[in-house]
């Protein structure tokens, strides 16, 4: 057997924006299994926003990651060895062992799942924790009705493309905001989105007032910032933000909301969440995402880097919003 | 009969403050009553922060007051003759005639009151639509258990001061923001809250946090600006602000929220309401209010303009926190 794991440490604190200098590549022995462990082959890690988070010691919903441990993460892989009845080698997992190519576990938080008609790795993006985000978010706080209009940020990504989707799914209008004329052109055409505004483009409210004429019912938030104010200026009375992500803010910068006053004149509901304090939505929502991903009625995209030494660098570009898609690295 | 109606109109918008030159007092005839019609002479007008919004003509949840009109507001007062089998000369009602001395109605929006062991003012503070907004907001947004600590700002005013007291009766830690040391002494020592914070002091964010030792879970925010954001950055994991007014953004200064993010890594609620939109609460809130200001157990302070001329310069005031408790005009 393999007895050395590759690993990829915090070693130090961001100031400012994240930088390669705050990870560190280091070989580990793997220990004999002991008795009803489970040792998993990690073949995809998921990289997503709100490590970023988790990189700091600022004040927030986690407690911050450790310095020199090894960097938390959403895994996918396969069992190789088991002293535990419930897993046998070859059993697809999914798991939380963060950066590194193989997980060690007492089998109690490892699921397995089936990838006969869904691809392993989408159970770290739609039918996973971004997948139960875009649902929870959009069913449980924007609640569309038909007709109404949604309004994504960082549409083409993880979470975004499912909220827009499940938006369509449920008879509202789904306006994406994404960076760059690709990504738009994906966010309507392949993901069926009725209209996409291109925030690089340098006209964002404008181009959100053209997209939609209706107002805006329902806010799914991932940024922040600029996109976050141009939406809630086009605010219908009673609409309702869903507040999920703040990548904008997470380099430290103090991102203002110009006009919080319209929450009171338009009586808006916002409401801020972790997907990780609502467990009990998560069978249902990803029953629900999985068949729709079996019967390819929910498209997706992943932008995979290859190796873990990779990952560093595939993680800085994903907070710049290099990535197109959900974001992960293949290990194997 | 008197023929003689003194009115305020409003006659122009402002361009950044209210001026007394918006306003202008103007004498018209009181027509004849018609059948069904009933005329009421009217002892007390309500100023309100919400009437700032109305003479403004931005987007708003209220279409704004129209110009060359009586300026809109609530009253309470005398019905002196009625051709309404409903009504009979000498019953106390509550009306929204607006600041003028006299009113005509059809009857319909006319509520009789009782003056037994409530006072008639107190149907335009604590028994009326202040106090209904201070019952919804606490009640139905905020929702406090016993042990948590609520802030509300504008603490010696006609809703902050129900806000308080109601949350102490629900076992809740109650923290209050006004300006000045008499306010505050007034706070505390009458109203009964825990503690109350000088926002005039200079100190407002340290004072806050001194005040609030477990943090907060409620916010009722009246005003917005400095004291909204020394209380968000208070908030513990799941709180609630209930949204009701931002009494520093009504001269159209833009007043940001200064750290957004933080609705997101605490899991906040916050709900922009307005209490006319709720009047399925109305009679449960006035029959618990009403009853509590019978028994002595809602404590409560006016500040008493003399005469309809000095509507304008009473309200003005009331903008830049001059009243003390709820605002009136007497009229007679």
Request: aromatic share 8%.
């Amino acid at each position: 057997m393999t007895e050395v794991n590759r690993q990829i440490l915090l070693v130090s604190r961001p100031q400012g924006a994240a930088s390669a200098d705050n990870f560190r590549l280091v070989e580990a022995p793997l220990a004999p299994l002991a008795d009803g462990e489970v040792r998993v082959r990690n073949h995809y890690l998921s990289l997503d926003p709100y490590m970023r988070g988790r990189m700091s010691d600022a004040k927030s919903y986690a407690a911050p990651q450790p310095l020199n441990e090894v960097m938390i993460g959403g895994t996918a892989g396969e069992v190789i060895e088991s002293n535990n009845a419930a897993f046998k080698p070859g059993d697809k997992v999914v798991g939380f062992f963060g950066w590194q190519e193989y997980g060690t576990s007492d089998g109690k938080s490892l699921q397995k799942v089936d990838d006969t008609h869904v691809p392993l790795s989408a159970y770290l993006g739609p039918v996973g924790m971004p997948g139960v985000t875009a649902w929870y978010g959009l069913n449980r706080i924007i609640a569309p009705k038909a007709g109404e209009t949604v309004v994504v940020s960082a549409a083409s990504g993880a979470v975004g493309s499912v909220v827009g989707q499940l938006a369509k799914q449920a008879g509202a209008r789904a306006v994406g905001i994404a960076g760059g004329p690709d990504k738009c052109r994906y966010v309507v055409e392949t993901l069926g989105f009725d209209a996409c505004v291109d925030y690089k483009a340098g006209n964002l409210y404008q181009d959100l007032k053209a997209a939609t004429p209706n107002g805006v019912d329902g806010c799914f938030e991932n940024v922040g910032g600029e996109g976050l104010d141009a939406t809630l200026a086009r605010m219908n009375a009673h609409g309702r933000i869903a507040l999920c992500g703040f990548i904008s803010a997470y380099d430290g910068t103090p991102l203002p909301l110009k006009h919080p006053s319209l929450l009171l004149t338009q009586r808006l509901l916002v409401q801020g969440f972790i997907v990780s304090e609502h467990m009990d939505v998560w069978p249902a929502a990803l029953k629900e995402l999985g068949t729709l991903v079996a019967q390819n009625k929910l498209q997706y995209r992943e932008t995979v880097a290859q190796g873990l030494e990779n990952a560093p660098e595939a993680f800085l570009g994903m907070l710049k919003g290099r990535n197109f898609g959900k974001q992960l690295v293949k290990l194997i």
